[in-house]
């Protein structure tokens, strides 16, 4: 899923109940407004104080909506030069928890300076990072063996590093068939796989299965990945027409994911179409100033948590500490404290080395439909009425 653009103006005009478009100039209305003011003192019926209060009431309720936007206002100049300068620099921190399940599954791999941890038998085209979640089911030897490969498939493919996305997709399918022939290992266990690869502001993340990748924008939660379940409407097509069924939400009556690698007992023979697909879906993103952090987790923690929510407690947590991995902690200790019934894994990664900035509220131009001498002279009558 692309990010959304923000397209909100910054500010919101808010007219009264008269105006230029009603015909009665300012003038008009303060004259109103006085000779209300003063049959209110000689007690006789206002005939303007209910157009009052509506047109001041209105005015605040206006204000008050527009408070709850939270708007950072960006021309487009201003955005360019943005672009221009930013480099981003990687810092993450992870944290995994086995959860109310008997076995830990799970597995992860954080790497915030790829070129150093490849040392010189990679020509990368500039400095990188690259993470992984793998949520193993039917044991953890499916995501384990992807764990220990998969930058090894995706690094030594041919397409690599001219043709990146393209270099990803065969490394998932690779690893999937490299596992089926790895003989020790139970070829019948399964991984899901979600891998986050960066060079500079570049951005791909790869996924097939149900763990999610959340781009922290500005306080804006934006999926970078689309959860493969069976029940899904594209998913559903693809795998029917593969000759697959889907019981009860489960694929083949078996698994909830439509998108995995490893499950042997499930595809058949290597190379031949299958209902459940080892090839993930790419998504790639130009990282910007206002792209904050990523979160990746497994599904233990969306199956309790939006999106949004993610964000909201990771910006936060980061704007207390500034510590990628204790956000990582708290989204853990939050899903467990909502129930959830699977292992737990996330990864908080920071595309800056300072905590996130406060959102501007911008304060709202209010045209008013009174003066402020009518203002000040209506609360002071309507205090000594009440």
Known sequence: MA???DSSPPFVSIEGGYGKDNGLSMDDENSKTMESLKQIRMGKPPRHLSVLRHC???ARLEAAAELDTCIETIGPKAQAN???GFSPIFRSGSCSKMGPKQYMEDEHICIDNLREHLRESVDLPSPGAFYGVF???GG?????FVRMNILKFITEDMYFPS????AIKSAFVKADHAFADAFSLDSSSGTTALTTLIFGRTMVVANAGDCRAVLGKRGRAIELSRDHKPNCSSERLRIEKLGGIIYDGYLNGQLSVSRALGDWHMKGSKGSACPL???PELQETTLTEEDEFLIMGCDGLWDVMTSQCAVTIVRKELMLHNDPERCSIELVREALKRDTCDNLTVIVICFSPDPPPRIEIPRPQVRRSISAEGLNLLKGVLDNNG
């Open 277 to 279: 697909s080892a090839e």
């Open 56 to 58: 001041v009431s209105s």
């Open 82 to 84: 943005r672009l221009s």
């Open 163 to 166: 043709c990146v996305g393209k």
């Open 3 to 5: 990010p959304e653009t």
């Open 135 to 137: 949520d193993g089911h």
């Open 140 to 144: 953890s030897d499916a995501a384990s």
